[in-house]
């Protein structure tokens, strides 16, 4: 099982909002780690958007807007990426990550298509 | 401006070598850490390595560990990495990334292994 898992796919409207989820693997406690999240658009480099751990532990990346922000669901032990008013330009993958055991580990990323 | 810029990617055979660099603008580079993170072709990001801001710590991926070698050069604001032993699947575009949150992306450089 990996480390962290991210749903292949998402779709959501212009306007509305998109949750994305970065579930760590059964006994690794969300808790404990900062999760990172980045943007990758086709042909692109990716861009760091933000990390979170918790409210006093979060950092926004240069030049992010404020409608990406960061969170976790303890119950569901995942790290979560949130997008408000969805625009089209936000049609990317998206991938998380987190340093674990002296090694960068990256979800398999979710793909979000604006529609 | 603030950047990274690799170069030396290139068409190489399989079992040859390669020697990726990694030049920094904009910033103080000796103050960051570093890492090399790749992308196969219609794949995922995958880290490879990382090296501390004086080069003292060092981590490797399982996939690429005795293989590739990080190193930096700090009078030069430049980053490394070796690659001995190439196969077909490490064909991918690599990026460098700085810092504890990879925060800055280099535009990456493509490394096609192919007979």
């Known amino acids: 099982q990996p480390v962290l898992t991210q749903p292949t796919s998402l779709s959501a409207s212009p306007g509305a909002s998109a949750r994305f989820t970065c579930t760590l693997r059964s006994g690794i406690n969300v808790g404990t780690y900062r999760i990172h999240w980045y943007q990758q658009k086709p042909g692109s480099l990716p861009r760091y958007l933000l990390r979170?751990?918790?409210?006093?532990?979060?950092?926004?990346g240069s030049g992010v807007p404020s409608r990406f922000s960061g969170s976790k669901d303890a119950s569901t032990n995942a790290g979560l990426l949130l997008i408000s008013g969805l625009q089209s330009e936000d049609e990317a993958d998206y991938y998380c990550?987190?340093?674990?055991?002296?090694?960068?580990?990256f979800g398999g990323g979710t793909k979000l298509t604006v529609l | 401006e603030v950047q990274l810029v690799e170069s030396g990617g290139d068409l190489v055979q399989p079992g040859g070598s390669l020697r990726l660099s990694c030049t920094a603008s904009g910033f103080i580079f000796s103050s960051y850490e570093m890492n090399w993170v790749r992308q196969a072709p219609g794949k995922g990001l995958e880290w490879l390595s990382y090296?501390?801001?004086?080069?003292?710590?060092?981590f490797y991926a399982d996939s690429v560990k005795g293989r590739f070698t990080i190193s930096r050069d700090n009078a030069k604001n430049s980053l490394y990495l070796q690659m001995n032993s190439l196969r077909a699947e490490d064909t991918a575009v690599y990026y460098c990334a700085r810092d504890a949150s990879l925060g800055l992306w280099g535009q990456g450089t493509l490394v096609t292994v192919s007979s």
């Open positions: 090296i501390s801001s004086s080069g003292s710590l060092i």
């Open positions: 990550a987190t340093w674990y055991n002296d090694a960068w580990v």
């Open positions: 979170y751990k918790s409210d006093s532990d979060n950092q926004q």
